[in-house]
């Protein structure tokens, strides 16, 4: 279907749009000429075109040129391979139910505005920033006492600059974190590390994967009284772990350089005794 322009809509016999009502979750992926949801002066009857829509997937669509009204019901949103520069949602002032969100390889998006849509994505608690190097801004805050709206527990991002953007430099609830593909990045900044500090009571699983050229890992870890599992995995120019949590009961190492694991090799490895308090350590070459 690489032809495809637009989705046809009239099932009834007539000329009234009612928009798949039924239509729970919809995945389109590869309709390169796809430009709009339906032809030219058709819209749905009450302005929704997926009434019923729970889960929504888009991905490698160039030509598509915006998002349909968000559905009252919907919870999952991946937008995946876009060329879009910024991710509208809709202007209603009702609330957004979304409670994942993903938004991936998309290298002309700019901008999400999770900040200025922070009061009605209260149920956002999955969301995913990856390969969007040329993200600045996730909107603007109207007051910084709004933060407190935005619950999110998981998180996954390949850039951490993305944590020094509002609402995710303010955030507290995260219980998850994942940083994960980034070839460039040699060292946290220090505002990044900084960063840990806010989640230090919350933050329970952290992962480090994928990383090229990193040397370090946050000193930070240290004060993170609440977490109990570190992964880190494909981080080949990693040398030395830095102090870690007593709360930690699961250290998982694999896929990293022979002198990490030689360092930290129970009973013979030279810091051994910083990773004694951990009851499960896993380590594979």
Not at 236 to 260: A, G, H, Q, T
Request: glycine residues 2%.
């Amino acid at each position: 279907m690489p032809k495809v322009k637009w989705l046809e809509s009239k099932f009834n016999g007539n000329d009234k749009y009612h928009a798949f009502p039924l239509l729970e979750v919809l995945h389109i992926r590869g309709l390169i000429a796809l430009e709009d949801w339906f032809e030219a002066g058709a819209a749905a009857e009450d302005g929704c075109l997926f009434p019923s829509l729970i889960e929504l997937e888009l991905e490698n669509c160039p030509k598509l040129k915006e998002l349909p009204s968000f559905p009252s019901k919907l919870k999952k949103l991946k937008v995946c391979r876009f060329g879009w520069t910024t991710l509208n949602f809709c202007s209603s002032s009702n609330p957004i139910p979304l409670e994942t969100l993903l938004v991936s390889h998309c290298p002309n998006i700019t901008s999400l505005p999770l900040a200025d849509e922070i009061a009605r994505l209260a149920a956002l608690r999955y969301l995913t920033i990856r390969d969007c190097p040329n993200l600045i801004s996730l909107g603007e805050m109207r007051t910084t006492n709004n933060c407190h709206l935005m619950v999110l527990s998981d998180l996954r991002i390949s850039d951490p600059s993305v944590l020094l953007m509002e609402p995710l430099r303010s955030i507290a609830s995260l219980k998850s974190l994942s940083i994960v593909d980034n070839d460039e990045l040699v060292s946290f900044p220090n505002e990044a590390e900084d960063w840990f500090l806010n989640v230090s009571s919350s933050l329970c699983e952290l992962d480090f994967r994928q990383f090229k050229s990193l040397e370090s890992i946050p000193s930070s870890l240290e004060s993170l009284s609440s977490l109990h599992c570190l992964y880190i995995s494909k981080v080949p120019m990693l040398r030395e772990l830095p102090n870690l949590p007593p709360s930690l009961k699961v250290l998982s190492i694999s896929f990293c350089r022979p002198e990490l694991f030689e360092r930290y090799r129970k009973g013979v490895g030279s810091d051994c005794h910083k990773i004694a308090h951990i009851s499960h350590i896993y380590f594979q070459h």
